[in-house]
């Protein structure tokens, strides 16, 4: 089979719907990373920085894709999914392949911090 845009999501099984990201802006202070381990503490929450800035991404499937790959509420999905564009996409190239810095948890996101903010035990 080859790839469209029309079949990609078929191919690859939703990657783009096992996870959403929320920007968060710039990230200067301590107490600014101090809210953000706060986040990646819990399950599911992990942070990421890309060239566009830094991002919270939270794992979990969309709950209506079905085992195919496709939406289950298609016709009435939200505006959002509506405005998404497959062109170039998870299937393409994994988004984490620009990540500069991603952290899974808190204790990656701890160590990060140590060495950002020479005094950040004190």
């Known amino acids: 089979m080859s790839q469209t845009s029309d079949n990609k999501c078929f191919l690859c099984k939703g990657k783009c719907c096992s996870y959403t990201t929320e920007a968060l802006g710039t990230m200067r202070s301590k107490s600014d990373f101090e809210h953000l381990l706060w986040q ?21 499937t969309c709950q209506f894709l079905q085992p195919d790959g496709l939406c289950g509420i298609y016709e009435t999905r939200p505006q ?11 299937y393409d190239e994994p988004a984490s392949k620009h990540f500069i810095y991603h952290f899974r948890d808190y ?4 160590d990060y911090c140590r060495k950002r903010f020479k005094r950040w035990d004190k």
């Open 80 to 90: 959002i999914c509506r405005d998404y564009e497959n062109d170039w996409c998870e």
């Open 40 to 60: 990646v503490a819990h399950e599911g929450v992990e942070a990421y920085k890309d060239d566009s800035g830094w991002y919270l991404l939270y794992t979990g």
């Open 107 to 110: 204790n990656e996101l701890l």
